[in-house]
Nanobody, 128 residues
Framework: QVQLAETGGGSVMSGGSLRLSCAAS????????ISWFRQAPGKQREGVAV??????????ESAKGRFTISSVSQDNTKSTVYLQMDSLEPEDSAKYYC???????????????????WGHGTQVTVSS
């Protein structure tokens, strides 16, 4: 059983920052990577960043240099994965989801099909 819950969305002006949080509870005993995806109206869901169980990270081109993913473990089953977003642009407006998939080199592909579990999402709106 894996449970994910996102918080931290909101509205900011262009150039501003937001930090999203994903509270992850993993009770399966398996290792997972945690990813952030986003989906804007009328567009496909796209991967933004991922952190694997070993701490390795991968970013989409659109996120490099502006977004930072990190993870803090509370115990063996609970952790919080953050997405610090700086220099936000209106094009970053979307609903942001965290997702979990089996720890693997496939995590770095940032493909939604690799993810088995999804949160409900949090809205980010950036105004110009």
């Amino acid at each position: 059983q894996v449970q994910l819950a996102e918080t931290g969305g909101g509205s900011v002006m262009s150039g501003g920052s937001l930090r999203l949080s994903c509270a992850a509870s993993i009770y399966t005993g398996r290792k997972y990577c945690i990813s952030w995806f986003r989906q804007a109206p009328g567009k496909q869901r796209e991967g933004v960043a991922v952190i694997d169980d070993d701490g390795s990270t991968t970013y989409a081109e659109s996120a490099k240099g502006r977004f930072t993913i990190s993870s803090v473990s509370q115990d063996n089953t609970k952790s919080t994965v953050y997405l610090q977003m700086d220099s936000l642009e209106p094009e970053d407006s979307a609903k942001y989801y965290c997702a979990a998939g089996p720890s693997s080199s496939f995590c770095a592909s940032l493909l939604p099909n690799w993810m088995n579990y999804w949160g409900h999402g949090t809205q980010v709106t950036v105004s110009s």
